[in-house]
């Protein structure tokens, strides 16, 4: 399967700060990749799809306009969260779709956002 | 998005065979059965996936029923390793999307 990171591992900001988080495929071109939030003890909830060279596509309830998404490469998308504020702090994962029609994804090993 | 139903947990002792359960009674005929599990504190990894007939690979095995309304996902030998929340997840042909239940929780007793 893809190998996908995901840059930084954790980070601790002030409110009203923005922050970025990198999510690379490092042995797989990926045309979509996908951004999910998972807050503690919960399910993971997908909340874009991001397309290579297009706007992400954003789940009902997900503001674009907060979450930032850039798609700029084939190994790179980025998530920037604008202005956060503590209701923000959370654990980012990010997904490579593989080709084909089964549909598998595979997982970077997610960002934890503090926000203070 | 057809939906699963799995048990909130399990307990399982090392070494023995574990079979974690998932019912989906609305799944499409194009919809492929995934599983997936979650470490604490880490991105989900995919464990398998079927369509129609059972598979096996160096991880699990997947059985599913010849309605396909429901499907068990099955390790052989369980470790404490393999301790872990487990997504049964429907993905239909061509959406791309993964949409995550609650999952099992389980836990292997040594």
């Known amino acids: 399967g893809a190998v996908v990171s995901q840059h930084p591992s954790w980070v601790i900001c002030k409110s009203g700060t923005s922050v970025k988080i990198e999510c690379r495929s490092l042995d797989f071109q990926a045309t979509t990749m996908f951004w999910y939030r998972q807050f503690p003890k919960q399910s993971l909830m997908l909340m874009a799809t991001?397309?290579?060279?297009?706007?992400?596509?954003?789940e009902q309830g997900v503001e674009k306009d907060k979450f930032l998404i850039n798609h700029a490469s084939l190994t790179l998308s980025t998530l920037t969260v604008t202005s956060a504020h503590p209701e923000d702090s959370s654990f980012y994962i990010c997904?490579?779709?593989?080709?084909?029609?089964?549909?598998?994804?595979?997982f970077g090993p997610g960002t934890r956002l503090l926000v203070l | 998005d057809a939906k699963t139903t799995q048990p909130n947990s399990m307990e399982s002792n090392e070494e023995e065979p574990v079979h974690l359960p998932c019912n989906h009674s609305t799944i499409s005929g194009t919809d492929y059965i995934h599983w997936y599990r979650q470490l604490p504190s880490q991105g989900p990894e995919y464990v398998i996936h079927g369509l129609t007939s059972n598979v096996n690979n160096r991880m699990a095995s997947l059985a599913i029923a010849e309605d396909r309304k429901s499907s068990t996902l099955i390790l052989h030998r369980a470790t404490l390793r393999d301790a872990a929340v487990y997504y049964c997840i429907l993905a239909g042909y061509g959406t791309g999307k993964l949409i995550f239940g609650q999952g099992t929780t389980l836990q292997v007793k040594p």
């Open positions: 991001s397309n290579e060279g297009s706007k992400a596509t954003y």
């Open positions: 997904s490579v779709g593989a080709s084909g029609s089964s549909e598998t994804q595979y």
